[in-house]
């Protein structure tokens, strides 16, 4: 798919997902996010910093933007040693309040990669996502989503898993994780979320 067809495509998805609106208030999506990243697989390792926002645009649909700034410690099979990546990750979701405390959802995102530095590469492609969230208590929240990404050479079905602790009513802790059986890899987050 190229990238003059892609966002017309993921706004046609989240405006087809306006009938699901329940019209009742459930878990928050406009909230900024920054914090640690790490990835780990057996081409490469790397970590650094990621920052995330998420808007809802209507009370059933939500804009997400992600920009990842990674460090990459070894690329196995070559002798890079000054390798940065760069990743920026921007889609459109839409949300369904199943009770107060529990929403079900899916995004459609572009996701554009680069290397830079010893290994100069760029790749673009998309993930689909759908899952749930589901508040645990007053103050914690439990996330889980089945993630489908194409980047590049890199197409995988995955898994996905996070937690968010509130502290207050602006800020909270944010952590998650994803698993890709392709070239074994591991995404950790955590981070500091601010809720607005």
Do not use: W
């Not at 990835?39 to 059933?60: I, K, N, P, Q, Y």
């Not at 645990?136 to 439990?142: Q, S, T």
């Amino acid at each position: 798919m190229t990238r003059n067809n892609l966002i017309p495509s993921i706004l046609c998805a989240g405006l087809a997902m306006a009938p699901l609106h329940a019209g009742a208030k459930g878990l928050e999506y406009s909230y900024a996010e920054i914090g640690y990243s790490n990835l780990d697989a057996d081409s490469a390792e790397a970590d650094g910093v990621t920052a995330r926002l998420s808007f809802a645009a209507l009370d059933f649909l939500h804009v997400k933007a992600e920009y990842s700034r990674l460090f990459v410690d070894n690329i196995k099979g070559t002798s890079s040693d000054d390798v940065d990546y760069d990743r920026f990750v921007i889609g459109v979701g839409g949300n369904y309040s199943v009770t107060k405390n529990i929403d079900v959802l899916g995004t459609v995102s572009y996701v554009d990669a680069e290397f830079t530095g010893d290994l100069k590469e760029s790749e673009e492609g998309y993930q689909v996502e759908a899952g749930a969230r589901a508040m645990v208590g007053k103050k914690a929240e439990l996330n889980a989503s089945v993630i489908y990404l194409d980047v590049g050479d890199f197409s995988d079905t995955g898994f996905g898993a996070g937690a968010v602790f509130k502290l207050n009513k602006d800020f909270s802790l944010s952590a998650n994780a994803r698993l890709f059986d392709e070239d074994d890899q591991t995404e950790f987050f955590v981070g500091l979320r601010l809720n607005f």
